[in-house]
């Protein structure tokens, strides 16, 4: 029950710091908030590993640290992922990659 709660709680929460629109400028999130490139003060790469019925799952994400606030990067929240990972490679001169 805890977990259900939890995991509730936090897409509750985090949902707002999600992208809606990634673009040559900036990230604007669900929230409507706007974050430009030239603001991006750092970013993070978690990742997650959990044993399953079917063997272990290894997830990840991507937080971006704006000065005008974060942006979680998650490939369970974007329908076009494989665009998004190529777009921010080219923006950030990283390789960005899933899991």
Do not use: C
Request: aromatic share 12%.
């Amino acid at each position: 029950i805890m977990w259900g709660l939890g995991l509730i709680l936090h897409f509750f929460v985090n949902s707002r710091v999600f992208p809606r629109v990634i673009d040559d400028e900036g990230i604007t999130t669900r929230s409507g908030r706007r974050h430009l490139w030239q603001n991006l003060q750092d970013w993070e790469r978690t990742r997650l590993v959990v044993g399953g019925a079917g063997g272990p799952r290894i997830t990840g994400n991507v937080t971006f640290y704006f000065s005008t606030g974060k942006v979680l990067i998650g490939s369970f929240s974007i329908d076009n992922l494989p665009e998004v990972l190529q777009f921010l490679t080219k923006k950030l001169g990283i390789a960005v990659t899933p899991g």
